[in-house]
Structures are given as structure tokens and as C-alpha cells.
């Protein structure tokens, strides 16, 4: 397994930015499907986004898309998140996912049963 350590979150207003990064060590990362996911207090683990460690596709929930890009550094071993326009619903814990597969399908990634390595977390607070 890979070891995943997230960074990046913070207090933000409404319609800003912030970007996460998650630092990913320990493996030969080519066949790995990297995610990041979400948990407000009192509800359930929720999938944000998705993408392959080699490239070639990415995945989002919609109420994200067009505001939220993720994306991976080879070179580094760092998975970001990069969230524009955010709003107070985006409040919540941000986790850091790893598992092995290839090119999984669009239920798959979105199921946190899916994953094997969970980083600690890092909490993105949005006030109004």
C-alpha cells in the first residue's frame, strides 16, 4: 500500500480558492487510481474526484464539475485538488484515496468501499 499525507485546506470565503495536494509514497504508482473524497459532520464519506495515476481520465460529482480540477504530479508523486468558487456546502474533511486499477468504471471510483490507503484528512471550512 501508499502512504498519502493531504495538505492544503484552510478557511476560505465564499467564491474563493483553495487548492490540496496529497503526497503520495511507497509504491510503483503507474497502475494506481488515486481519489479524493469528503465528509461533512454527520453525513456519509461522499466522492468528489477521480483520476488515473497514467493519465486518460478523470472523474467528478457534478455539483463540482466546472468549479473543482484534479490532477496529478508525476515527477512530485502529488495528487491536487484544485477548488474554484466555493461555496458552503463544500465544507468538509477532505480525504486523499489510493487503490490498484485499471480504469475502473464510473460507479467504482465513486464507491469509498473502492479504496485501500486513506490519508488523515484535511478540513476546508467556506463561510458565507
Known amino acids: 500500500q501508499v502512504q498519502l499525507v493531504e495538505s492544503g485546506g484552510g478557511l476560505v470565503q465564499a467564491g474563493g480558492s483553495l487548492r490540496l495536494a496529497c503526497a503520495v509514497s511507497?509504491?510503483?504508482?503507474?497502475?494506481?487510481?488515486m481519489a479524493w473524497f469528503r465528509q461533512a459532520p454527520g453525513k456519509d464519506r461522499d466522492f468528489v474526484a477521480a483520476?488515473?495515476?497514467?493519465?486518460?481520465?478523470?472523474y467528478y460529482r457534478d455539483s463540482v464539475k466546472g468549479r473543482f480540477t484534479i490532477s496529478r504530479d508525476t515527477t512530485n508523486n502529488t495528487v491536487y485538488l484544485q477548488m474554484n468558487a466555493l461555496k458552503p456546502e463544500d465544507t468538509a474533511v477532505y480525504y486523499c484515496?489510493?487503490?490498484?486499477?485499471?480504469?475502473?468504471?464510473?460507479?467504482?471510483?465513486?464507491?469509498?468501499?473502492?479504496?485501500?490507503?486513506w490519508g488523515q484528512g484535511t478540513q476546508v471550512t467556506v463561510s458565507s
Open positions: 484515496a489510493a487503490v490498484i486499477l485499471n480504469r475502473p468504471s464510473s460507479v467504482v471510483v465513486r464507491d469509498w468501499r473502492t479504496y485501500r490507503s
Open positions: 511507497g509504491r510503483t504508482l503507474s497502475n494506481y487510481h
Open positions: 483520476i488515473g495515476w497514467s493519465g486518460g481520465y478523470t
